[in-house]
Structure formats: structure tokens, C-alpha cells
Nanobody
Framework: QVQLVESGGGVVQAGGSLRISCTAS????????MGWFRQAPGKEREFVAA????????NYADTAKSRFTISRDNAKNTVALQMNSLKPEDTAVYYC?????????????????WGQGTQVTVSS
């Protein structure tokens, strides 16, 4: 049973950058596709980015393309999300999710493990 802990959230001005990370424990990390999702107040959890077990394949929501980069370090059991050119509408709680096996998917329903979330606030 993999456990996930996010870190690195905070407050940043619009146009700034932030890097959030997720550390996994309790499972074989390379067996999992990893994803980042976010949830703003009053809204459903939405897909942001995902990465396959090796890091060779990634997928991004349209809102994240060209601004966000997902990466993973299998030696350290971590997955990160580098966020650049942040906008106030990026404000949300960001969650790390793990999905056992293949394929790379973007629906939160297909991820069986979640972290507690980290708050990202972008001020205008």
C-alpha cells in the first residue's frame, strides 16, 4: 500500500514559479503511474499532469501545457510538478495520486492512492 506526502505549496505572486513534490513510501514506486490533480473551493478535482513509470511519457491538461512540467525520480521515490507563469486561477489544493500499473490515465477515479494535498495560492 503506497503512501503519498506532498510538500512545497505556498503563496506566490502571479507570474511566479513554484515547485511542489510528492514522496511515496510503502510500495514499489516504479509500479505506479503518478499524477497531479487540483481542487479549488466549490469545484471538482481536476487533472493537471501525469507521468508513466519510467518518466518517458507524460500527459498534461490544456491549462498546464507549456507552463507546468511533471517529472519523477525513481531512485528517490518522488514526483514533482514545476509550475511557471502561475495565474490566480491556478489557486487550489494540489494532490498527488498514484495508479498501479498501466496505462497512463487522466481520470481521478482511476487513481487508488492519494496524498493529503498541498495548498497553492497565486495572488494577483
Amino acid at each position: 500500500q503506497v503512501q503519498l506526502v506532498e510538500s512545497g505549496g505556498g503563496v506566490v505572486q502571479a507570474g511566479g514559479s513554484l515547485r511542489i513534490s510528492c514522496t511515496a513510501s510503502g510500495g514499489t514506486f516504479v509500479n505506479y503511474c503518478m499524477g497531479w490533480f487540483r481542487q479549488a473551493p466549490g469545484k471538482e478535482r481536476e487533472f493537471v499532469a501525469a507521468i508513466n513509470w519510467s518518466g518517458a511519457t507524460t500527459n498534461y491538461a490544456d491549462t498546464a501545457k507549456s507552463r507546468f512540467t511533471i517529472s519523477r525520480d525513481n531512485a528517490k521515490n518522488t514526483v514533482a510538478l514545476q509550475m511557471n507563469s502561475l495565474k490566480p486561477e491556478d489557486t487550489a489544493v494540489y494532490y498527488c495520486g498514484a495508479r498501479f500499473g498501466l496505462p497512463l490515465v487522466t481520470s481521478s477515479r482511476d487513481y487508488g492512492h492519494w496524498g493529503q494535498g498541498t495548498q497553492v495560492t497565486v495572488s494577483s
